[in-house]
């Protein structure tokens, strides 16, 4: 298998692995959602630093910015883990207060990642494309949340979730399109 093959499986784990906090809500489980929510960040950034060297020649400062914000956004992951661990009451309400702000940084970076994915072409333009409309209802609900317009509508996270559950197995069973369409990383 070669480094490419590897590193599309490994990215594709890893975005499974990044959803694997959805399973850590139980404050009654201190341990294991401490460690889910520690695994889910620490996996936000094993992305985007595995994923960078493809995405940076067909757009070095989006990538960049990609990066740097799944970055602070699996930070911000893995402090909520250590929160969840320790959860007094106040601490809790912290934890909570900085996945509503994980909410917001996600969908940014989500957008940057498609329109990166979607310029390389290194998986198919359909799977960009879905990602891309997914991220852009995500920064309209995010944006007219903000604004108060409406409140939180978790359902909306439904087709970005989806999209990104068909492109970690994409990557898995797949990989990535190197050498087919002539395409060079």
């Not at 799944?70 to 893995?78: D, F, I, P, T």
Request: proline share 4%.
């Amino acid at each position: 298998m070669n480094q490419d093959r590897k590193r599309s499986v490994l990215v594709g784990v890893l975005i499974l692995a990044a959803y694997s906090i959805v399973g850590s809500n139980n404050p009654g489980a201190k341990t294991v959602g401490m460690t889910l929510e520690i695994i889910s960040g620490i996996s936000v950034i094993g992305i985007a630093v595995l994923m960078f060297p493809y995405l940076k020649p067909h757009g070095p400062k989006v990538s960049t910015w990609y990066l740097t914000l799944k970055g602070v956004e699996g930070v911000l992951m893995v402090v909520a883990g250590v929160l969840f661990l320790i959860h007094t009451e106040s601490l809790l309400t912290l934890r909570d207060n900085i996945y509503r702000v994980h909410g917001y940084i996600f969908a940014v970076p989500a957008l940057m990642f498609y329109y990166l994915l979607f310029k390389s072409k290194i998986v198919p333009g359909w799977l960009s494309i879905w990602g891309g409309i997914a991220a852009i209802l995500l920064v309209a609900v995010n944006v007219l949340e903000l604004a108060g317009v409406i409140p939180m509508i978790e359902a909306l996270y439904i087709p970005i979730v989806l999209n990104e559950f068909v492109l970690a197995l994409w990557l898995i069973f797949k990989g990535f399109n190197f050498g087919r369409h002539g395409l060079q990383r």
